[in-house]
């Protein structure tokens, strides 16, 4: 049975011949009794005190608990986001490799192109030249026999021109 305040306080003692000082006793009962108050008050605010730090030790369980959930998540997320940045790149970086690959065989091609057509035109040109100084030639020896056939009829020595036909005509 738990003693209160109030039954030290309403505590009787039977009297003897040989007793203690009865208002020794009850100084002594109601100096116990205010002992027993205080610490029945403390007892009860430290309850209340341990009441209130249970209840914020749960709530910090709990935050604590969704922090590390969140971390997880986070950290889950930020490597996932990393590895689809990577595929992503690297994704880029190959088809970037593909499209400079296709880019140069065009260019290869178009320059072969040119250069076979460059070919062509010298071949062209060395043939003009080549008819040209043919119809030269045949020009000039279509000259040089009306020449004798004009200076045959006037009776005069046709003109020799010694230099060499160059294409350009005698000064």
Do not use: C, W
């Not at 003897?16 to 007892?43: C, H, K, P, W």
């Not at 969140?70 to 088809?95: F, G, N, P």
């Amino acid at each position: 049975m738990r003693i209160t305040p109030l039954d030290i306080q309403h505590m009787v003692f039977k009297v003897s011949l040989r007793g203690y000082n009865r208002q020794d006793v009850d100084r002594f009962l109601e100096e116990i009794a205010q002992t027993v108050d205080e610490l029945n008050r403390e007892l009860a605010m430290l309850r209340e005190k341990l009441g209130s730090t249970e209840g914020q030790l749960t709530d910090s369980k709990k935050a604590e608990t969704a922090l590390t959930r969140t971390l997880v998540s986070t950290q889950t997320m930020t490597e996932e986001l990393k590895e689809a940045a990577k595929r992503d790149a690297e994704l880029i970086v190959k088809e970037a490799e593909v499209m400079a690959a296709d880019l140069l065989r065009h260019t290869r091609e178009e320059m072969a192109k040119l250069q076979r057509e460059l070919s062509d035109l010298r071949k062209q040109r060395a043939m003009a030249i080549e008819r040209l100084r043919g119809t030269l030639r045949t020009f000039d020896r279509a000259l040089n026999l009306e020449e004798q056939d004009g200076d045959s009829s006037t009776g005069m020595e046709p003109m020799v021109d010694d230099e060499p036909m160059t294409g350009h005509p005698p000064r």
